[in-house]
């Protein structure tokens, strides 16, 4: 029997406001997708003047995004502040008081790059849970910074030849497709499994002359394929919207690398681990995968600002193992 997302959370024993929460947030998702699928018949392709606080240009579609989830999550009923790529500073949503309640963040829409060209794009979000307070006070950006560890639900929704959600709530990896014909997110797919084994890896090539010895290291082997220490003839993807990259990854294996670089030395990395590589870290992790952050697991990193960036590497066990031993290696005296 099919499963709807509602029918799902209801039976999922999770706290109602956490599913009051997720069935906005999911609202709101249905909504972006709907804006993406008009493409360039609705007002949504193109850049605007404005720059995030990462010094990114702001497409129309990054802000419309984020725009639709903060109206359609504002009203659940125990969600305290929202944090965003799109957004500076966090957005209190009420005060925090003796009944805790939830942060959200979200990366409203990822793969930016891929709007325009009609490749797949997606939203990524993480549940974390507010702390109590014994009187009321407004939230504030360090209440955020706990380990993705903590997250209560993650999950992302890829917005591509049809729209899915793939949804945590620590209890293994749910697949639900947003059916056009009924309007539900129906729950068609076998739950998500990472195989500890691949022959396939996603990576951005043309950054190879920037990369740490051991990630060089990890790649070349790759390469050399049948004849070379790994035996095996690998493959290698790059959709360049992370959650298009990892999609694949939970459906059938693989690993994604987005490693620390040269070509800013002071910057741990491209992705922003609040609300990227955190809530992809559980996924991957709830599915039987692994995540490496350079020096441990993903989800133990304690934040220390919102918008801060991480080294990602995550995937099948098998082959995150191997980087871990590689950059463990690289640490040993010659
Ligand atoms: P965003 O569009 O939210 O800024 O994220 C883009 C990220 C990620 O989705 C993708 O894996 C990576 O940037 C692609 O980077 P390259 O352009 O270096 O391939
Ligand atoms: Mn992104
Ligand atoms: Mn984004």
């Known amino acids: 029997m099919t499963v709807t997302l509602g029918q799902y959370l209801a039976q999922s024993g999770a706290d109602p406001s956490l599913v009051d929460l997720l069935l906005a947030l999911t609202g709101g998702c ?18 605007l003047e404005s720059e995030n606080v990462q010094g990114e240009v702001q497409k129309k579609l990054d802000v419309i995004s984020n725009e639709i989830l903060l109206e359609a999550c504002a009203p659940a009923a125990r969600l305290v502040a929202i944090g ?35 490749v797949s794009i997606g939203t990524i979000f993480s549940i974390l849970p507010a702390p109590t307070s014994a009187s009321e006070r407004e939230p504030i950006e360090a209440d955020f910074l706990q380990p993705g560890r903590n997250q209560v639900a993650a999950g992302y929704v890829v917005y591509g030849p049809q729209t899915t959600l793939v949804l945590t709530l620590r209890a293994g990896v749910r697949v639900f497709t947003l059916d056009p014909v009924t309007a539900q997110w129906l729950e068609v797919n076998e739950a998500a499994a ?17 990369w740490a010895a051991p990630v060089r290291q990890y790649v070349e082997d790759c390469l050399a394929g049948e004849t070379g220490p790994r035996g095996k003839n690998f493959n290698m993807r ?14 059938r294996g693989g690993v994604f690398l987005y490693p620390w670089d040269a070509r800013e030395p002071n910057r741990a990395g491209k992705l922003r681990l609040m609300y990227e590589a955190n809530p992809m870290a559980l996924l991957v992790e709830q599915a039987g995968g692994a995540s490496f952050d350079g020096f441990g697991p993903t989800l133990d990193a304690k934040p220390v600002s ?24 690289a640490l040993q005296p010659a």
């Open 84 to 118: 965003s790529e799109e957004m500076e500073g966090i957005h209190p949503v009420r005060k925090l008081g003796p009944d805790g309640g939830f942060f959200l963040l979200f990366d409203p829409l990822d793969g930016s790059s891929n709007i325009e060209v009609n």
């Open 30 to 47: 249905e909504r972006i997708s709907a804006a993406v699928r008009r493409g360039a018949a609705g007002d949504i392709m193109g850049a």
């Open 238 to 251: 790059w959709v360049a919207s992370m959650v298009a990259d990892v999609h694949r990854i939970m459906m």
């Open 194 to 210: 990472i195989p500890p084994e691949t022959k396939e890896f996603a990576i951005n090539a043309s950054n190879m002359r920037h």
């Open 306 to 329: 919102l918008h801060q960036r991480v080294s990602v590497m995550l995937g099948s066990k098998a082959e995150v193992d191997r980087l871990q031993r590689l950059h463990a290696d």
